[in-house]
């Protein structure tokens, strides 16, 4: 990026921290994302990866410090909630399809029920989606009747259909037997060379080397370090970071 | 197939002959060893005894003609003679509207379409209706056939639309031709709902009880979940205090009290309607309980991914929850609404006439006296055949509602 460039920080979160009960989830966490960039967050379970990436949508509430999206800042005000709800996908790792809904009912609902789109414009904009992913032959055909891979890519196509500025991933591979993670992870590389913003909880560790631009570790609540893929294969500078690295390479 | 002809399957153990013929199905099933054959033999001699026995009454000793001099009572209690054509304008509008929805919104429901229409034709065999009740149902049939033949011509864009409007045209029509309109000299004068009577008031009672209960039900379920807590505890309140009373009280405080709780100068409810309001508020409670558990059973994820999607909370309750939940509870909703239909019996207590008010009615004239297994048999035979109909449309639903779950 030159100089020239206005650099864009369409995700900031400074100083967030989520308490469930007692057990404080979320310490002091402090990121800035731009647009276009595409962040991998890595660390080991229970580090509180989901319930911060959770926390940026609001499906989780943070009780201090600051989440500001595409400038929008997230606070009580339901508002403000649903826009930013509308400009951030999220794909999750249980697919969360709607199953009593076809795949292109499942496309389309938000568009028309959110965006107040017309059907037929809604149709022909998930058909477009569903090629993107690359089952258009499945449209017709209800959530349980795909494989774990189709369903994934259903549920990326879904959350595209709102035409978000931002996608969140919650290790969006974990639930899926080793053959279908490939064609789930060639879409979401698809999307993040089209530009988009994304936001990726996951294990893999080739994707997270090959598309992002930098990687986050957590643990225990808190980001103990970020920096490039290349800082983290080559030097990385915790001790937790590079026992995590260790054990998972 | 090729290679099952030549694997030792549990089939082609069994000699050939005996596999497909009523004589091998016996043998495997009902004598398969001593304890079995001993309890087929008993089990059988019991049939016979009580079947032997029953018909005996049905066809020596019984006396019918009880059924015939009161035929008209039972179907329609004190409604005119002369207003009912209205009644039989009701059915074949009734048929009309089940034929065309059956086929603009064939698919999911088509199953229980065809109960419906199976429902007049079942009827044309009981014994004692007359040859006219038989035509009059024939056309009903025939009303149905029509519609669905007809509806396959029309230029139609939004189905599930359109059948909403009907049912709502039809709903309409039906109370004003059952009503009436105008003056008493008039070519449909009005007819007072307490002269409504026997099966067409147990028929409707159950339906409006059952229509009316329905969407309050799920409203109290979904408020019995509700973030607010004022919402919640109102919920709550209402549904455990009608649980823990019996229809019967309720329907006796509707006839007493509803008139109470009403503004002054309120027009005096009909006891019929009073009766309609207890059974309403009564079947509420329960579908509000059994919608719960169909709520229960969704998934947190299903929540998340409409709010994530931006969805409003009530438009993913509308889109994404309560489908999935009703669906999971059709089961038990029809089975409540079948004794719903049998529990409107109990309106007999409240000095209304539905079948079961009649019936009594009827074995209480001198000069019918004696009569009571005959009048309550009939009954029974009026009640299975509607209530079998209900259960056997839930199964056709659920079937093809499973098609897309898995
Ligand atoms: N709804 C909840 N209630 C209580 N504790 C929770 C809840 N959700 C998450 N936690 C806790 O917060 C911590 C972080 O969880 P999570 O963000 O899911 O971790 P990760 O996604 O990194 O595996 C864990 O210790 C977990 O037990
Ligand atoms: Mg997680």
């Not at chain 1, 990687?215 to 490039?228: K, P, Y």
């Not at chain 2, 009701?90 to 379409?113: E, N, R």
Request: charged share 15%; glycine share 8%; hydrophobic share 50%.
């Amino acid at each position: 990026m030159s100089e020239n460039d206005a650099v864009e920080e369409i995700i900031i979160c400074q100083d967030v921290c989520k308490w469930f009960g007692d057990f404080q989830a979320l310490k002091n966490c402090s990121l800035r994302v731009q647009a276009q960039e595409v962040v991998v967050i890595i660390g080991p379970s229970g580090s509180g990866k989901s319930t911060f990436i959770r926390c940026i949508n609001r499906l989780e509430e943070h009780q201090a410090g600051d989440i500001i999206v595409d400038g929008i800042p997230l606070t009580r005000d339901v508002r403000n909630i649903e826009q930013i709800r509308s400009e951030a996908g999220m794909v999750f790792q249980q697919f969360n399809l709607f199953p009593h809904l076809t795949v292109m009912e499942n496309i389309t609902l938000a568009p028309i029920q959110v965006r107040k789109m017309k059907k037929e414009e809604a149709q022909e904009t998930a058909m477009g989606l569903l090629n993107r992913v690359g089952i258009p032959e499945q449209a017709d055909k209800y959530p349980g009747q795909l494989s774990g891979g189709q369903q994934q890519r259903v549920a990326i196509a879904r959350s595209l259909a709102m035409s978000p500025k931002i996608m969140l991933f919650d290790e969006p591979t974990s639930a899926l037997d080793p053959e279908m993670i490939k064609e789930v992870l060639d879409v979401m590389q698809e999307l993040a060379e089209t530009g988009m913003t994304m936001l990726v909880v996951t294990h893999e560790m080739g994707f997270a080397r090959e598309v992002a631009d930098r990687i986050v570790f957590m643990d225990a609540g808190e980001i103990m370090e970020v920096g490039t893929p290349e800082h983290f294969f080559t030097n990385a500078q915790h001790e937790r970071t590079k026992l995590f690295l260790s054990q998972i390479l | 197939m090729t290679t099952a002809a030549g694997t030792p399957s549990d089939r082609s153990v069994l000699p050939v002959t005996e596999r497909y013929t009523l004589l091998g199905w016996v043998r495997r099933n009902l004598f398969s060893d001593l304890f079995n054959s001993l309890l087929t033999i008993v089990a059988l001699a019991f049939i016979v005894f009580v079947a032997r026995l029953l018909l005996r009454w049905a066809f020596v000793s019984a006396e019918w003609a009880v059924i015939p001099a009161n035929f008209n009572l039972i179907m329609r209690g004190q409604y005119p003679a002369v207003e009912a054509w209205r009644l039989w304008l009701v059915i074949y509008l009734l048929g009309t509207v089940v034929g065309v929805s059956w086929k603009l919104i064939s698919g999911q429901f088509s199953g229980a379409a065809r109960v419906l229409i199976a429902i007049p034709f079942a009827l044309m065999f009981v014994p004692f209706f007359s040859m006219g009740t038989r035509l009059y149902l024939l056309i009903t049939v025939v009303a149905a056939s029509t519609g669905y033949l007809v509806a396959g011509f029309l230029p139609i864009q939004r189905r599930g639309r359109a059948v909403a409007y009907l049912i709502l045209a039809y709903l309409i029509v039906m109370l004003i031709l059952l009503r009436g309109v105008g003056a008493e000299e008039g070519p449909m004068p009005p007819v007072q709902p307490i002269l409504w009577g026997g099966l067409l008031l147990s028929l409707l009672l159950a339906f409006f009880g059952i229509t009316l209960s329905f969407p309050l039900g799920v409203l109290l379920a979904l408020g019995r979940q509700s973030k607010l807590p004022a919402i919640r505890v109102i919920s709550v309140v209402y549904i455990e205090f009608i649980r823990g009373v019996p229809l019967i009280s309720l329907l006796f405080m509707g006839q007493v009290m509803l008139q109470l709780f009403l503004p002054d100068g309120f027009p005096l409810v009909d006891r019929v309607l009073r009766a309609l309001v207890a059974i309403t508020l009564f079947s509420a409670a329960y579908t509000a309980e059994n919608v719960r558990g169909g709520l229960q059973s969704i998934s947190r994820g299903q929540y998340e991914a409409a709010q994530a999607l931006g969805l409003s909370t009530f438009q993913s309750t509308l889109h994404i929850i309560l489908p999935q939940a009703l669906r999971a509870v059709i089961p038990v909703l029809v089975g409540q609404f079948i004794s719903l239909f049998k529990d409107t019996t109990l309106v007999a207590l409240v000095g209304i006439f539905d079948l079961l008010g009649i019936a009594r009615t009827i074995i209480a004239n001198p000069d019918w006296l004696g009569t009571h297994p005959e009048v309550y048999a009939f009954v029974a035979v009026l009640f299975w055949i509607f209530s079998y109909s209900m259960s056997y449309a839930s199964r056709r639903i659920e079937q093809r509602l499973g098609v897309g779950e898995r």
